[in-house]
């Protein structure tokens, strides 16, 4: 029952998130800011975990690969559509739901307790709109640039943990890597990541905006939006997995 | 003017505003006091349109706020500037970025024209060379000078204030009464204030509307206050013992 009210809630605000912008300079000017902030403030860190992930998956592989009848190639394989297939989306997803997410929530519930949500309102300006549209554009148009990114680190890294440890040779992962190319992967990925933006930028925001009290409840809306959306991240990755893929 | 005409408001079951009726003047500076709870935020918040009132009417002119479609609203707000508690000055934007944020979306003036009107505002309220600061890093006086000169800047009909000199030194609480009240007399807005403090009440005065638990219990002058006997109002205003002793010697004075 009360998820359901919540869920009616998140609605009504997304009802009002998108509508027409009183002026799109000023939406612009928005868009650009939180490009900056939720989007390129994240490269860093997409860069970290995607070399990481990539020499993990590659090194895994070999460990597990005892059978000398298996080509070493097909571990180049693995590790490019483990990529493509999970990691670039839902991992980096996950990561960024910790790391934008609580920005999101903390950012919006910090302006709702100070009044700053009220003095937009005030003014004549539809608050949800100015201040969550632009976190949503921005994260759907960088957010697919970010998988991107990872994809590639990614494979980079298997290749470096192959040629650093000698677990397989350069030629070999190289050849395992261009072998039975999927291209649909990459379109499944980037629609994953779409998805996922705006659950990103919406569900903590939806957490940050109703916030009522201090500074304490402001935390603790930080914490509801990104374990809400971490699940719904999930719960979306194996519905849009049936969709696509089956 | 603004007329409130028995509005009621309630959170989740709880009656917090009991069918309260007031006119508001143009020109003039009106108070609001009444201990801390009372329900003066929630009172102003309902005459702006930020909380939907249960019942009840508020005409701005002849047009009533609370059956007014959302659309005519945003049109409405245009013409009102509201001073928050907390300042509520945008913590990303500079003092000039802050003052500038109503031109830039409601207006098409030139940048030129924008910081004009910006440092005509911040000339106004008294400072200068804070352009370029961040709102964190002002004194609490100089917020709420940014706050007022942010409110005026779309040169507002109407100018809502909630707790102007909360958080503020007596003195300082003084010179931002007095600029609410000498900018509500130059421009002839209708401005509504909400007070606990006494020093605000004696010196800007001149309409006071006493709330207590969410009744309207009181209306009348600063004057008026000190001869009154109503006993509520009493209380509040004469809290302190020192208060109280003057209050007797007035009446005997008076007697
Ligand atoms: N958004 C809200 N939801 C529920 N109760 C509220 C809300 N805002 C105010 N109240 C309650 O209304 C009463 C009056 O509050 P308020 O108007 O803020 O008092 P004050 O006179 O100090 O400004 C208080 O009991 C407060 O708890
Ligand atoms: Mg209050």
Partial sequence: MKMLSELGRYFILMQRVFSRPEKWKMYYRQIIREIDSLGINSIGIVIIISIFMGAVVTLQTRYNLENPLIPLYLIGLTARDTMLLEFSSTIVGLILAGKVGSNIASEIGHMRITEQIDALEVMGINSACYLILPKVIAAVIFNPLLTLLSMFVGVFGGWLASVTTGALSSADYIYGIQYWFVPFYVSYSLIKTVVFAIIITTVPAYYGYHVKGGALEVGHSSTKGVVASSVLILLFNVILTQLLLA | MISVKNISKSFSGEKVLHNISVEFEPGKTNLIIGKSGSGKTVLLKSIIGLHEVDEGSIIYKDIDLVTMPQKQRS?????????????????????????????????????????????????????????????????????????????????????????????????????????????????????????????????????????????????????????????????????????KKMKSSIDQASS
């Fill in chain 2, 75 to 243: 049109v409405l707000r245009k013409e009102m500037g509201m001073l928050f508690q907390g300042s509520a000055l945008f913590d990303s934007l500079t003092v000039e970025e802050n003052i500038r944020f109503p031109l830039d979306m409601f207006t098409s003036m030139s940048d030129k024209e924008k910081l004009d009107r910006v440092n005509f505002c911040l000339n106004r309220v008294n400072l200068n060379k804070v352009n370029h600061l961040f709102p964190a890093e002002l004194s609490g006086g100089m917020q709420k000078r940014v706050a007022i000169a942010r409110a005026i800047v779309l040169n507002p009909k109407y100018l809502f204030c909630d707790e102007p000199n909360s958080g503020l030194d007596p003195k300082t609480a003084l010179v931002i009464d007095k600029l609410i009240c000498d900018i509500t007399e130059e421009y002839h807005i209708t401005t509504i204030v909400n007070t606990h403090d006494m020093n605000s009440v004696m010196e800007i005065g001149e309409k006071v509307i006493f709330i207590h638990q969410g009744h309207k219990c009181w209306e009348g002058s600063n004057d008026e206050i000190l001869k009154s006997d109503h006993k509520e109002l009493n209380d509040f205003i004469f809290a302190s013992s020192f208060a």
